[in-house]
């Protein structure tokens, strides 16, 4: 058995690609011969529910709340890696653990990083972990689309391998059935302006459905900016078919998608978007945002779904082209089916990353035991990290006590809730 710790955050509004790729890969390994652990850095509380997942999945989890500074954070991370030492360590998306995979590797453990978005973010991660001090630098960098791929190969790294592995969804036995002269629209992803663009999406369903006779529209999802997507339904909205229905939890959104027939994504960057590989799965039609990263290998205008330059008219097109152009959403149902079908699989993702485990493992050769130093030495605070790299300087103290008023608050209305089921 090959023996990979993963690091993730969550919390207990949790909602994401990312999350939801990782609940689904990491018991599919167990078949593979790979034994997964995952070490959880939590917000607001001390679970969440991708960690209580895992958990029902028995999957080996270690939790901790947040801590205030990135060395504290690096510090339990390494002790955790020195109790269980790992033959591979994927870091992920947590800086700290990126910054914990130097000593990792100085052990023998090789480590690995995932490119999960086109954002600064990723870029930041690019530049600290591959192309930046060499003592620092991952063994392998796994990106998510070809667009994430090609921009770091242009860059030419010099020590970490990179590999392309897409994510990958089940596919269901029987596609979505259309009800003749209905569009069922759906949106499914983070309620947020930043990225997402939600309130420009929330505007342009209640344009849609307004305008074109037979239209509905749902959207599935939570996040930081819900309040502004209810305000929209509660005027703009009124009186017409769009609902917010709020978290959906993974497991259960391919039976929503079921009864959808048009998933919109009309984000400003993406890296390979599950929502969309999900609907696509499904038979249900996407109509897109045209971005670089994701979008182009999954969706082509015309053959697989409708790509759009616009939130307003050019989106407004081409629903109207989707409920009446005979045979046209057919057509692009079936063939977004085949493709996802073919090169998105679930099963076909899980092997890819068995296989970089198994090989990184059998060339890693014997494992030492991690030597955790009194006082961690780190590069400066990369801007585009810094969110996710809090230092003793730059974390007030006000900052401090509201984060740990706000694990408190959690904690105690988890208990409460649970007493009152009870």
């Not at 490119?115 to 973010?121: P, T, V």
Request: glycine share 8%.
């Amino acid at each position: 058995m090959t023996q990979v710790t993963f690091c993730a955050y969550d919390k207990p509004d949790s909602l994401g690609g990312p999350l939801t790729w990782l609940v689904q890969l990491l018991p599919a390994l167990q078949k593979h011969g790979i034994e997964p652990r995952c070490l959880f850095l939590t917000h607001w509380g001390d679970t969440g529910p991708y960690l209580e997942k895992l958990r029902k999945e028995r999957i080996p989890c270690a939790q901790a709340a947040c801590h205030d500074h990135s060395r504290d954070r690096i510090q339990w991370i390494l002790e955790k890696l020195r109790q269980n030492p790992p033959d591979v360590f994927v870091p992920n998306l947590v800086v700290a653990g990126y910054y914990a995979g130097r000593w990792a590797r100085e052990a023998g453990i090789p480590t690995i990083g995932v490119l999960h978005s086109d954002d600064a973010f990723y870029r930041g991660i690019q530049d600290e972990f591959v192309f930046g001090r060499k003592d620092f630098r991952l063994t392998a960098l796994v990106c998510v689309s070809r667009e994430l791929d090609n921009q770091v190969m242009a860059r030419r790294p010099e020590a970490t391998e990179i590999q392309l592995i897409p994510y990958g969804v089940h596919i269901p036995p029987i596609g979505v059935e259309r009800i003749p002269g209905r569009l069922r629209l759906a949106y499914v992803g983070r309620l947020a302006e930043e990225q997402k663009r939600i309130s420009d999406l929330t505007h342009a369903l209640c344009q849609v459905v307004r305008k074109i006779p037979g239209t509905e529209a749902v959207l599935y999802g939570d996040g930081p900016d819900r309040a502004a997507v209810e305000g929209i339904l509660a005027t703009e909205g009124k009186g017409l078919p769009v609902t917010l229905a709020g978290r959906v939890a993974s497991e259960q959104m391919q039976s929503r998608l079921l009864q959808c027939d048009v998933l919109v994504l009309l984000s400003d960057y993406e890296g390979l978007p599950i929502a969309v590989l999900e609907a696509m799965a499904c038979g249900v039609v996407p109509v897109v945002m045209c971005m670089r990263s994701g979008i182009p290998e999954l969706v082509e205008d015309g053959l697989t779904g409708l790509v759009v330059n616009d939130r307003e008219e050019g989106f407004l097109q081409a629903i109207e082209r989707l409920q009446n152009e005979a045979g046209l959403w057919e057509r692009l149902s079936q063939a977004g089916r085949t493709r996802v079908e073919a090169e998105y699989s679930h099963e076909s993702n899980v092997d890819r990353w068995a296989k970089l485990f198994h090989r990184l493992h059998a060339q890693a050769g014997d494992k030492r035991v991690i030597q955790i130093p009194r006082k961690l030495t780190l590069p400066a605070v990369n801007p585009a990290l810094a969110s996710a790299d809090p230092r003793p300087a730059g974390v007030p103290l006000a900052l401090r006590l509201y984060r740990r008023g706000r694990m408190c608050v959690g904690r105690v209305r988890r208990r409460i809730m649970g007493r009152l089921i009870s």
